[in-house]
């Protein structure tokens, strides 16, 4: 019973937190609650006369107070680098390894500057953007390498083309977020007409052949370098690999 609450509570919080969190701090936040409502729901499960009804209400409770009392503490520790930023200072450590979203990149970047830490940033794909997060100093950025399927200075005709259309549109330089989301919906194209896939199936049968397909197609794409994109059977996808440096405030590739 306990764990069957755990499993509803985790579902509620994950629908409460991705609308105000990113993605690296849901999880970390989701992780701190349910350990905390871990406890109270092993302590409610002592009492055998509480009903499971009774103790999910109690817990829901529980849960809500959790949120808002933690909050500000919680989401503090998040945006406080500094421990592990002197750490690395202390060590020694001359290069910095970011597997990181850039929002998260770009706190590090200005509280390693305070303390005068200068180490080489390098970072990957989810660190593509820190150049448009809001009242960031970009000369901070200014040296900082990461890998990523797309760059927007590439020379192969496609990717000049999809540059300069997204900037006739969009005013603004297009990231891999925007060439991974332009090269996923011309994947699924490809899977549909692979698959022969048509608007009568059903939502399992077209799920299923879409499966199938995946991993017999083949596509170029802005992000699939010299050697395509291809997919496995367990989803995950194949591209060479391409690295950037930010230089004058602006990608270049590597």
Not at 26 to 54: A, E, F, K, P
Not at 166 to 182: G, H, I, L, M, R
């Amino acid at each position: 019973q306990v764990r069957q609450l755990l499993i509803i509570c985790s579902r509620l919080l994950h629908l409460h937190l991705h609308q105000m969190y990113s993605p690296v701090e849901t999880v970390i936040y989701s992780r701190y609650v349910l350990q905390t409502l871990t406890r109270v729901l092993h302590l409610l499960s002592i009492l055998q006369r509480t009903s499971l009804l009774r103790r999910l209400v109690l817990s829901m409770i529980v849960l809500m107070y959790i949120l808002q009392v933690s909050k500000r503490s919680l989401k503090q520790k998040l945006t406080d680098f500094g421990t592990q930023l002197q750490k690395a200072k202390d060590a020694g450590a001359d290069l910095l390894f970011l597997p990181i979203y850039y929002q998260e990149a770009s706190i590090i970047l200005k509280q390693a500057d305070t303390m005068g830490y200068k180490p080489k940033f390098f970072g990957v794909d989810g660190m593509d953007g820190i150049l448009t997060v809001e009242n960031f100093d970009t000369k901070l950025a200014e040296g900082v390498m990461l890998l990523t399927p797309f760059a927007a200075d590439a020379k192969d005709k496609a990717v000049q083309n999809f540059v300069k259309t997204y900037k006739e549109k969009y005013k603004d330089t297009p990231n891999q977020f925007a060439a991974d989301s332009y090269d996923a919906v011309y994947a699924l194209k490809a899977a549909i007409e692979e698959s022969k896939a048509t608007p009568d199936m059903s939502a399992s049968d077209m799920c299923d052949a879409l499966k199938g397909a995946m991993t017999k197609i083949k596509m170029q794409g802005l992000t699939g370098g010299k050697d395509g994109l291809t997919w496995n059977e367990s989803g995950e996808v194949t591209k060479s690999p391409k690295a950037v440096i930010i230089k004058n405030g602006a990608y270049k590739a590597m």
